[in-house]
């Protein structure tokens, strides 16, 4: 089983709307959550930090849930410029590196 | 403010050539990795290093070596190249206390 699972996509949303992207973990050990945002043919950057109390950064809002071992990421009001590939990343406890999902492709239509 | 810097940004090899792909950061930072992303297939760890004059293996280490023979610094090699190996590379950095990753801008290798 892999360390990280994302639904793959795509999501093809209209402007305005309202999209949730689901992303499970496999090992209970995980401590620390990540969405990172990647743009065609560019680097992954950090979109933000999943805190166990979630938490909202404009219109992005994460959550952790640790009995179901999963986090999510909603994007509300989508705009066209939301249009990237979406990568869960999870850390754990005694380990030197970070578990990437596949990411989720989300476009946004006029 | 570099960040993360990637060298060279584009590459075609032919199957066998050998060449280095450097990574330098600029932010002090601890701990430095180098992926390999494919379509399809998501970013996969190749080698990383906890610090300077350490490296360790990833999940798809074979038919690469790596050096970090000074802390800003971190070298990706393949002695042989492949086809297989046609893929875009990310060298990424981040430090002891905190979980945010730094990327580079990425390193496209087409092998022939």
């Known amino acids: 089983r892999k360390e990280v699972e994302q639904d793959p996509g795509p999501f093809n949303v209209p402007e305005g709307a309202t999209v949730a992207f689901n992303c499970t973990y496999s090992n209970s050990a995980s401590q620390s959550f990540f969405w990172y945002r990647q743009d065609c043919r560019k680097e992954p950057k950090l979109l933000m930090s999943v805190y166990s109390s979630g938490n909202e950064d404009g219109r992005f809002t994460a959550q952790l849930n640790r009995a179901s071992q999963y986090i999510s990421l909603l994007i509300r009001d989508s705009k066209l410029s939301d249009s990237a590939t979406y990568l869960c990343?999870?850390?754990?406890?005694?380990?030197?590196?970070?578990?990437f999902g596949t990411g989720t492709r989300l476009t946004v239509i006029p | 403010n570099a960040g993360v810097t990637q060298t060279p940004k584009f590459r075609v090899l032919k199957t066998g050539q050998s060449m280095t792909l450097l990574c330098a950061q600029d932010?002090?930072?601890?701990?430095m990795y180098w992926y390999r992303q494919d379509p399809g297939m998501g970013l996969r760890l190749i080698h990383y290093s906890v610090g300077e004059g350490t490296t360790a293996k990833g999940e798809v280490p074979d038919g690469y070596n790596v050096s970090r023979l000074k802390k800003q610094n971190f070298l990706l090699g393949l002695e042989s190249a492949a086809p297989s190996q046609t893929s875009v590379y990310f060298c990424?950095?981040?430090?002891?206390?905190?979980?945010?990753?730094?990327f580079g801008e990425g390193s496209r290798l087409t092998v022939l």
């Open positions: 990343v999870v850390g754990r406890t005694g380990a030197n590196n970070l578990f």
């Open positions: 932010m002090n930072h601890e701990y």
């Open positions: 990424a950095s981040r430090g002891l206390s905190t979980g945010e990753l730094f």
